[in-house]
């Protein structure tokens, strides 16, 4: 089946978020818009009453396919600190596993007249897929396909990077592990190549980092200390038990040696380079205790700014949903 | 029209020293909306007997026309000290609708229960849609339906009649 460009599907004729789908074909002045909201929504933990009224009134429906506890409550949170009224779907014990489609399931959430999907899915496109096949007026935000993309995960990174570093200019980033079934890499190098850092390395086996990866701006690197020399930022990806099938890898430790991120490896890197990891860790398989609870490390800041991009993201897709919907909107009123 | 912002802005601080001393306003936070209320803030808090810095307050979050104009692409920082049981003097440029007036003192209250919120505006437009009103006023202006005010600065701070079409 043919497929319309992301860029298309989400953005509406004003060139606003009306979904978010992919960082592909965003250009740096959106993803900057979406950093500066951000943090605009940081600043509002300072308040008693931690929610503003945006969303008030609508209605988020949660459509997790697939497992996740961090990024579905932070999605949950940021909805609910939107003040809008929240659903959390678990479809592998609900109508789905009773035989129910897909677009069956969607239309009965449609009928509840649902204000947005926030969807996570094994399927690389599935987003996409509902952003074509849904009511044209609910906004759909990807939280994870396949290995495709995940780009609310990559915006709180570009966030929590921006947050330490000041900007991206100069920088030069190491992520480190299983690249090849990555989602998470894949929409981060796509954010640092837009907001423009100096060098993205690829760091990791060449069974979980394969060469074509070069062809989207990135150096790949199969050695660790080649890898981490005189980087600024250092993302740990998680080595994905689940999805690794076959023999890509001689063993977790064999991993470890080789590509943990210990004390002893951080040093190669920068002094004041800073660790991500998307989180969940696996301590001792590619990241030692002592880094990830270390000061370098940023893990915990990711999980608080993943609150705000979410918030962000959200709020920018509902009002262009609504732009869209209206394009006679009126002006500003005292 | 010419519009005499010195001597409004005179008026306004002879106003709010003795509206603050008739009520017993002591040390009160003064905050200003962004962005025309920040520069008219700027300038009355010499005249405020307190000794906290200027407040600052941006309204996007909490405006009741965000489904009809969707989101400002543009969000100030909100800067609001510990609010609990103080006295508050809100100032805007322009009071107009009221619905700017109404979405501050919300997210004033999302940040806790003051003594009491006083409002001060520059130029009261006269076309409220809601019951608010200011206690301090700079200059009543009756406007034709197509003009606006509109203040520029934050230095210098003037201020022109412009038509809105």
Redesign the interface.
């Known amino acids: 089946m043919m497929r319309s460009e992301p860029r298309a599907v989400q953005l509406n004729e004003h060139g606003?978020l009306k979904h978010f789908l992919t960082l592909d074909g965003l250009d740096k002045t959106l993803l900057t818009?979406i950093l500066?909201?951000a943090e605009?929504f940081l600043?509002m933990g300072?308040?008693?009453?931690k929610?503003?009224?945006?969303l008030r009134g609508k209605t988020v429906v949660n459509l997790f396919f697939e497992n996740s506890t961090r990024t579905r409550t932070t999605f949950e949170l940021a909805a609910k600190r939107l003040s809008a009224d929240v659903i959390n779907l678990n479809i592998e014990t609900s109508a789905t596993s009773k035989g129910e489609s897909l677009l069956d399931t969607l239309k009965n959430l449609e009928a509840m007249q649902s204000d947005m999907f926030i969807v996570r899915h094994s399927d690389s496109g599935s987003a996409h897929f509902i952003a074509e096949h849904c009511t044209p007026n609910i906004a759909i935000i990807n939280a994870g396909d396949g290995r495709h993309a995940h780009p609310t995960q990559a915006m709180l990174d570009m966030l929590t990077i921006r947050r330490h570093k000041g900007g991206f200019e100069g920088l030069k980033v190491a992520i480190v592990g299983d690249i090849l079934h990555s989602r998470v890499a894949r929409s981060q190098l796509q954010a640092l190549t837009t907001l423009g850092v100096s060098e993205v390395r690829l760091v990791g086996p060449k069974t979980l980092v394969p060469s074509f990866f070069a062809e989207m701006g990135a150096t790949i690197c199969h050695d660790l200390e080649a890898g981490l020399k005189d980087v600024d930022v250092i993302v740990m990806l998680r080595l994905q038990k689940e999805r690794m099938k076959g023999a890509l890898l001689p063993s977790e430790s064999e991993f470890y040696r080789l590509y943990g991120l210990t004390v002893e490896t951080l040093a190669w890197a920068k002094p004041d380079a800073i660790v991500m990891h998307p989180g969940p860790i696996n301590r001792g398989v590619e990241i030692s205790s002592e880094v990830a609870d270390g000061k370098q490390s940023v893990i915990l800041d990711q999980v608080t700014n993943g609150i705000a991009v979410r918030m962000a993201v959200m709020?920018?897709a509902m009002?262009?949903q609504?732009?869209s919907a209206?394009s006679s909107?009126?002006?500003?009123?005292? | 029209m010419k519009l005499d912002l010195e001597r409004s802005l005179a008026s306004m601080k002879t106003q709010l020293a003795t509206y603050c001393e008739k009520k017993n306003i002591e040390n009160a936070i003064v905050v200003g909306i962004h962005t025309g209320g920040v520069w008219v803030a700027e300038q009355l808090l010499s005249a405020v007997p307190t000794n906290e810095p200027l407040a600052t307050l941006?309204i996007?979050?909490?405006r009741d026309?965000?489904?009809?104009?969707?989101?400002?692409?543009?969000?100030n920082?909100?800067s609001?000290p510990a609010i609990e049981d103080r006295h508050v003097i809100l100032v805007?440029d322009?009071?107009?609708?009221g619905?700017?007036v109404r979405a501050a003192m919300?997210?004033i209250?999302?940040?806790?229960r003051p003594a009491s919120i006083t409002l001060a505006i520059l130029y009261d437009?006269g076309q409220h849609e809601l019951p608010i009103a200011a206690d301090i006023v700079g200059e009543q202006l009756t406007l034709n339906p197509d003009q606006r005010v509109k203040l520029t600065g934050p230095q210098p701070l003037s201020v022109c009649l412009i038509d809105a079409h």
């Not at chain 2, 209250?109 to 806790?112: A, I, L, N, P």
């Open positions: 606003q818009e500066d909201r605009s600043s300072e308040q008693s009453v929610k503003v009224p945006l709020s920018m009002s262009g609504l732009q209206d909107a009126a002006g500003e009123e005292k | 941006d996007t979050f909490y026309d965000f489904t009809k104009a969707g989101l400002n692409p543009k969000v920082q909100t609001l805007d322009v009071l107009m609708s619905r700017t919300n997210e209250f999302d940040f806790g437009l």
